[in-house]
């Protein structure tokens, strides 16, 4: 995983992840477009898997991001998953004066929407979308990317929730899992309602991908895992501050976490945030090992439940990416 980067320094990085054996790049859209990022990456390291974990759906139109996908389909060879979400409303409204509400059924149709422009971009069908919040009926041949050697890109949401996870199994092709994520959630939250939701659009769940992003604390020092330690309860602590998340950490028996970070946070006490996240709650969300058990210890949290294991720290640890692609040898 890693954030959005200058262009060249985003070739960079993917030219070393491919030598070292990873198999890709999932990109987060924060302070530069995903969309750029993986474009530079496709160019760099031809073969490399291409996803954007996630791109901000509503601030661009559906036919917008459906160009820019169909592009990078090409570009990569059909090694580009198209990944989209809501982002939340403060910023969906006030940093891209967008509109926001209600955003799951908001992002529903944008893939239903996107979906329409691949099959008219591939001359499948006429253009001919009419939802509620977007309609197209108008894409003369000489503004139509036309059809492309690669198939149409998957399309990933993130989902959290379950009726976000119901509507991930009705009309995604995968689901990216939230960072805040545990084998208890991944078991009782995330699999039954994927599932639920594609047997109701007529699916089978096994159609559906799991992209999870994994915190990983690896090192053979003490030094090196306490490192990654707390980098991980702090990113545990500053995604648990969220209310709509605080079932996760019920789920476990922590019922009142997320009030006691939310109270931290009031404060402006960030390693107090921290502190309230526990080595006995952290150990949900980390996979904590040397790097000889590293694979074996990914591989018995995920395997049966994620298509794609997503480094979280990957792109903070370079210096580490042919371990890191050891790993995923061993792995597979």
């Known amino acids: ?177 939230h960072p805040l994520n545990s084998p208890t959630y991944l078991r009782e939250t995330a699999l039954p309602n994927i599932a639920e939701g594609a047997r109701a659009a007529g699916r089978s769940p096994e159609e559906i991908q799991l992209i999870v992003p994994c915190f990983t604390v690896v090192g053979d020092t003490d030094e090196e895992r306490a490192r990654w330690r707390e980098m991980a309860r702090m990113q545990v602590s500053f995604y648990g501050s969220t209310p709509n998340y605080a079932f996760i950490f019920e789920q476990l028996g922590h019922d009142g976490t997320t009030e006691r970070v939310r109270e931290k946070q ?6 107090g945030m921290a502190a309230c996240i526990d080595d006995d709650l952290l150990s949900h969300f980390v996979v904590d090992s040397d790097w000889d058990g590293a694979a074996a210890a990914i591989s018995a949290r995920y395997r049966g439940i994620a298509a794609r294991v997503v480094l979280y720290f990957g792109a903070m640890d370079r210096a580490n990416l042919d371990r890191w692609g050891e790993v995923a040898r061993r792995l597979a």
């Open 1 to 177: 995983m890693t954030s959005p980067l200058p262009l060249a320094a985003a070739g960079d990085l993917a030219r070393s992840v491919r030598q070292a054996g990873i198999d890709g790049l999932v990109v987060t859209e924060t302070s530069r477009s995903a969309y750029l990022t993986c474009g530079a990456a496709a160019v760099a390291a031809p073969g490399l898997d291409l996803l954007t974990g996630i791109a901000v759906a509503f601030p661009r139109s559906p036919m917008v991001t459906a160009a820019e996908a169909w592009e990078l389909a090409e570009a990569s060879d059909g090694h580009f998953r198209l990944g989209l979400g809501t982002q939340v409303r403060a910023h969906v409204e006030r940093r891209y004066a967008s509109e926001f509400a209600p955003p799951g059924p908001r992002l529903k149709e944008y893939v239903q929407a996107v979906r329409a422009c691949f099959r008219a971009f591939a001359g499948e069908e006429k253009l001919d979308f009419q939802g509620r919040w977007w309609q197209m009926n108008l894409l003369p041949g000489q503004w139509a990317p036309g059809k492309i050697a690669q198939p149409a890109p998957a399309i990933d949401i993130a989902a959290v929730n379950p009726w976000m996870l119901r509507m991930a199994g009705e009309v995604a092709d995968g689901v990216h899992v």
């Open 266 to 271: 009031k404060a402006g006490d960030i390693a």
